[in-house]
């Protein structure tokens, strides 16, 4: 059973910076997929980047593109996500996620098999 524990979030203004990190732990590192997701308030939670564990390959909503970079840490069993250049419309709480048996990012979230509690992040005009 893997658990996710995020943290790393927080106000801040826009132009600013935050890293989120996403920490797996419960077993090896092996999922092949790692997700980062964000909700703002009355919306639909969203799909920002996901990672390949193995390879590294990345996408990104076209949104984050140039501003948000994620990578992970494989010694670590961590997934980080840096988001630079914040806007208000990135507040939101960020969850990540782990799809585990199919080794393709996807953007929706019924194809994520574990999630964290989330972290907000807001950021004022």
């Known amino acids: 059973q893997v658990q996710l524990v995020e943290s790393g979030g927080g106000l801040e203004q826009t132009g600013g910076s935050l890293r989120l990190s996403c920490v797996a732990s419960?077993?090896?590192?092996?999922?092949?997929?790692m997700g980062w997701f964000r909700q703002a308030p009355g919306k639909e939670r969203e799909g920002v980047s996901c990672?390949?564990?193995?390879?590294?390959?990345?996408t990104y909503i076209d949104s984050v593109k140039g501003r948000f970079t994620i990578s992970r840490d494989k010694v670590k069993n961590t997934v980080y996500l840096q988001m630079n250049s914040l806007k208000p419309e990135d507040t939101a709480i960020y969850y990540c996620?782990?799809?585990?048996?199919?080794?393709?990012?996807?953007?929706?979230?019924?194809?994520?098999?574990?999630w964290g509690q989330g972290t907000q992040v807001t950021v004022s005009s």
């Open positions: 996620a782990i799809r585990q048996f199919t080794p393709l990012c996807s953007p929706y979230v019924e194809q994520y098999d574990m």
């Open positions: 419960g077993r090896t590192f092996s999922s092949p997929v």
């Open positions: 990672i390949r564990v193995s390879g590294g390959s990345t």
